[in-house]
């Protein structure tokens, strides 16, 4: 499976750190400094983007403004290292920046004067004003194309109260529900909606009332609980707003994923569906820059969140739609036109990496730009360049200007460089697995730092989430490969079956199979990383979180004593239970192939659900779970770790009141990994 001549020389480089280095832990972690909503300037000269520092003492994090000039001159002559020029300091965060049209302002929001609004600074970080003060605050806002306008969202109260249906009853501490999707991945209804809105602006003022553009809909737009800014888009000529929105209420609206693209005129205030028709997602609208096409984000089935993205165009003058991508099998993400309207650009995940694509509409000719093992988080033009955010598994993301005819690379920012060069790292290495069926399966090995192949380490199985979510290379700040390494573990992250970047027939076959295909994937890496003299096969661990999460549950009673300790984050135990306390359930129809009661009921729920092998579990386990996570309900934890309890299994319940499906304060944090590597350092070493 390996480049024996390769691993020989790594093995002479490895064995001797860096002088002075130190390992990673949990709290350098919360040191780096993470970057963020890059966006080139309209010259093409400059890149704005954000970064978030975190202070663990204050629990806290703050995220300010910079501005990078591309030119390797004007960077020289900043004098300012590696981020360019700070544009924000204020108290709290700096976020949803924009340049204006005219370049020399930027715009962002901000919490300073008590209420989220839409402030203005010039590009050197002078004259900072306050545009809106609208009542509530703002979110995801942008300036119209020739800048006499700007739009937004603002939360619209629709629904009424236990208080306001009975005012009678103040103290009254309820609620009533009668529909579906009262609550929401981490958070309940709060009886109002998120609204498109407009207002006149003129040189950083806005003048006149907002002008709601969804009237009294009961509907969100963005859609939640990830949707942002890059679901609304406006027209070049300032006539029109498209925006994303799922106009569906309760039952309707958990069983199913249809969106559509909606275009509202502003002169006749007349709202059309673009995508009226097509049942799955449809989503981000991408104007091109003549104004006379639009191009978008398509999913073909309404049951599926995690079906291939497909690039759709419509003709705006005909209303011809036509797809992009046919006959392409990858998903893509993240689109947007070039300067001349010819070409797409957008990013899509292949081989567990994410690179950047282009797309020539003419022809359809899809061509990759970027190479290489790492992941990008976006790509745009800037002149006769390209601007992208950059990691893998060794580097925290960072913006590189890249050479769209050969895809070569430079970085641009090196925010994290004097941290990370502080740090000693392991090598990643990419393995070839054959499955039971006879696959071969892409598998990331990454090696403690100080490796010695002449001594035995630990191991550590690491299942994804998703479960139809790549294992590609990202750098993450809870699930960190290589903080697990800096640990002293061997780290074996498959890509099984129902991950993407593999095809769709790859990432498709999971659905109505969790304790199938996918299982006999995780033990097929296992069994061939383990051969490797250096694993020490009787200190292997189990560690996953949500559908990850699920998997550790599961293979906790259907392991044969492959694994000496497991650890679940947020999964799910009994899905019979999970099914009737969920939220979207379009999700748990089509994975798991219906409902408990079906009839005949599907066999997910006798053949997969991990509460039935409870009787096999021998292993200790720590279960991890938070309060506010309404996707995985926290009593799937508890049923868990209630029942290794009862059955006398070594047992431990990390339980965070108010997190949710994440982990997201910075001592959260600090405190879930010691509790993590705790756990494992009792049973692996």
């Known amino acids: 499976m390996k480049n024996s001549k390769l691993l020989a020389l790594w093995f002479c480089i490895s064995i001797s750190p860096a002088v002075g280095q130190n390992r990673l832990t949990p709290e350098l972690l919360w040191q780096f400094g993470r970057v963020s909503d890059e966006l080139v300037s309209p010259d093409g000269k400059s890149v704005l983007y954000g970064i978030t520092e975190y202070n663990l003492d204050s629990n806290k994090g703050n995220r300010d403004l910079y501005v990078i000039p591309l030119s390797v001159a004007d960077r020289a002559n900043l004098g300012e290292g590696a981020r360019g020029r700070q544009v924000t300091s204020l108290p709290g965060s700096e976020y949803n920046a924009r340049w204006r049209q005219d370049g020399k302002r930027i715009g962002f929001l901000s919490s300073k004067s008590g209420s989220v609004q839409l402030w203005e600074i010039m590009a050197d970080g002078s004259d900072l004003r306050q545009v809106t003060n609208v009542e509530g605050g703002i979110g995801n806002f942008s300036y119209s194309p020739k800048g006499n306008f700007i739009s937004f969202t603002r939360d619209v109260k629709l629904d009424r109260t236990v208080q306001e249906m009975y005012p009678d009853l103040p103290k009254a501490d309820a609620r009533i529900i009668d529909n579906l999707m009262y609550r929401h991945w981490d958070s309940w209804h709060d009886y109002s909606y998120s609204h498109v809105f407009y207002m006149a602006y003129v040189d950083g003022s806005v003048t ?31 006539s029109a707003i498209a925006y994303t929105c799922k106009k569906l209420s309760g039952k309707e609206f958990a069983e199913s994923t249809n969106s559509d693209i909606y275009i509202y005129n502003l002169a006749t205030e007349v709202t059309s569906n673009l995508s009226d028709g097509m049942p799955g997602y449809d989503l981000e609208p991408v104007y091109s820059p003549d104004g006379k096409r639009l191009a978008w984000i398509s999913m073909a089935r309404a049951v599926f969140e995690s079906d291939r993205h497909r690039i759709f165009i419509c003709d705006l003058t005909s209303g011809e739609k036509s797809e992009l991508t046919a006959g392409w099998d990858q998903s893509a993400d993240h689109v947007s036109f070039s300067a001349d309207g010819t070409k797409l650009h957008f990013i899509s995940a292949v081989q567990a990496t994410i690179q950047g694509y282009e797309l020539e509409i003419s022809s359809n000719k899809i061509r990759q730009i970027t190479n290489g093992i790492h992941d990008y988080g976006s790509i745009q033009q800037a002149g006769d360049r390209m601007v992208g955010r950059k990691c893998s598994m060794s580097m925290p993301y960072e913006l590189f200007i890249i050479d769209p005819a050969n895809g070569a690379e430079k970085a641009l920012t090196k925010v994290n460089d004097k941290l990370i060069n502080s740090i000693a790292l392991g090598q990643v290495s990419k393995e070839m697995v054959k499955t039971t069926d006879g696959k071969d399966m892409l598998v990331w090995v990454i090696y403690p730092p100080e490796f010695n192949p002449d001594h035995k380490y630990p191991s550590l199985l690491y299942c994804q989430g998703g479960p139809q979510s790549v294992v590609s290379q990202f750098f993450s700040y809870r699930w960190n490969f290589q903080l697990m390494a800096a640990e002293g573990y061997i780290v074996i992250a498959p890509n099984r079956r ?56 599961y293979l906790a009673g259907n392991h ?121 350092d009792q049973y692996l070493k």
């Open 560 to 680: 044969e004593k492959r694994f000496k300790a497991f650890i679940a984050h947020c999964g799910l135990y009994n899905l019979d239970s999970w099914y009737g306390s969920t939220e979207e359930m379009f999700f748990a129809n089509w994975d798991l192939k219906g409902a408990p009661w079906d009839n005949p009921r599907p066999v997910s729920y006798n053949k997969f659900s991990p509460h039935m092998f409870i009787g096999k579990w021998d292993t200790p386990i720590l279960v991890i779970h938070g309060q506010k996570d309404y996707r995985v309900p926290v009593t799937q934890g508890m049923e868990a770790f209630n029942s290794a309890q009862l059955r006398g299994i070594p047992s431990r319940f990390l339980y965070f009141p108010g997190e949710g499906h994440w982990v997201q304060s910075p001592q959260n944090g600090v405190l879930w990994h010691r509790v993590f590597f705790e756990w494992l």
């Open 498 to 553: 129902g991950l993407p970047s593999f095809g769709q027939e790859w990432n498709d076959q999971i659905s109505g199979d969790w304790g199938g295909q996918n299982m006999k994937d995780y033990l097929s890496a296992v069994d061939a990383i383990s051969k490797f003299p250096y694993i020490d096969k009787a200190a292997i661990g189990c560690v996953g979180a949500s559908y990850g999460g699920y998997s550790a549950y």
């Open 208 to 238: 006149g009332e907002p002008v709601d553009i969804m009237n009294s809909d009961p509907y969100d737009s963005p859609l939640n609980p990830s949707g942002g800014s890059e679901q609304i888009a406006w027209n070049p000529d300032e």
